[in-house]
């Protein structure tokens, strides 16, 4: 029996240009990454119900609605003929590999941060009382926060640099036009935290589709993905007290 086909983790030639998923399958994941997104932006907080439950059930919604898309993601590119192991790419053939995709997120942090930095200068960007209320208070509220950003270094970077950066770029039929859209798709789902940081965080879904596509593997970019969502977090509940 024939092995189903690879899906490269970044196209680079005509024949990866191909879409790895039904287009019905990328609608239906848009208009439910859209619905979410506009509902937090309107609730001002990370999920609708954070305001009402708290923080405790806000992060909870938070890693079971993003596992419940990467598992949709593997349902569309499975239905297609690919892995999402592939899509991921990259492989830990030892302790050596592992520490150099460490170093390499830990390189793209501190280029980045750089970058994200002056724009946030320049946008003379302020933290809201909803990026304020999504930070943790107490040792089980940062535990689940930990867990929180883990996730999102996993599940964000299947969605956007590995799902969504290749159905884009199969649409706009340019590696970077994929990056540049699901960059764009990136920032926009970061509603709630004022137009200032949606543009932020938009180039810096553009840098992460730039490290992806230049390793040709998630890895890297999980890894930089959830060392910064925790340790942001972590100091910001100190400094924004």
């Known amino acids: 029996m024939d092995s189903p086909p690879s ?6 030639t005509e024949a990866e240009l191909r879409p790895i998923a039904a287009a019905w399958h990328t609608v239906v994941f ?3 990454l859209a619905g979410f997104a506009f509902a937090s932006a309107r609730s001002a907080n990370l999920t609708p119900d954070m305001s009402r439950y708290g923080r405790y059930a806000g992060y909870v919604q938070v890693m079971i609605l993003e ?3 990467v598992v949709f993601v593997w349902y569309g590119i499975r239905r297609a003929g690919g892995r999402l192991r592939d899509l991921v790419g990259g492989s ?10 460490v170093a390499i997120a830990i390189g793209f942090l501190l280029v980045s941060g750089g970058v994200l930095n002056g724009m946030s200068h320049l946008l003379k960007a302020v933290p809201n009382q909803a990026i304020r209320n999504l930070l943790p208070r107490g040792h089980t509220e940062v535990a689940l ?3 929180v950003a883990a996730t999102a270094g996993f599940c964000e970077e299947v969605i956007f640099r590995g799902y969504l950066q290749r159905q884009f770029a199969a649409v706009t039929r340019s590696v970077t036009g994929g990056i540049l859209v699901q960059g764009l798709a990136f920032g926009a789902g970061h509603g709630y935290q004022g137009w200032k940081y949606m543009a932020i965080i938009a180039v810096f879904g553009i840098l992460f589709g730039l490290l992806a596509w230049w390793r040709c593997s998630l890895r890297p970019g999980m890894i930089a993905h959830a060392l910064q969502d925790g340790a942001v977090g972590l100091l ?6």
Not at 92 to 100: K, L, M, S, T
Not at 236 to 241: E, G, P, S, T, V
């Open 30 to 32: 848009l208009c439910f």
């Open 67 to 69: 596992w419940i898309m």
């Open 236 to 241: 910001a509940r100190h400094a924004l007290r």
């Open 145 to 147: 926060f930990l867990a």
């Open 92 to 101: 830990w053939n030892g302790i050596g590999a592992v520490i150099r995709d």
């Open 7 to 12: 899906v490269p983790p970044q196209p680079t």
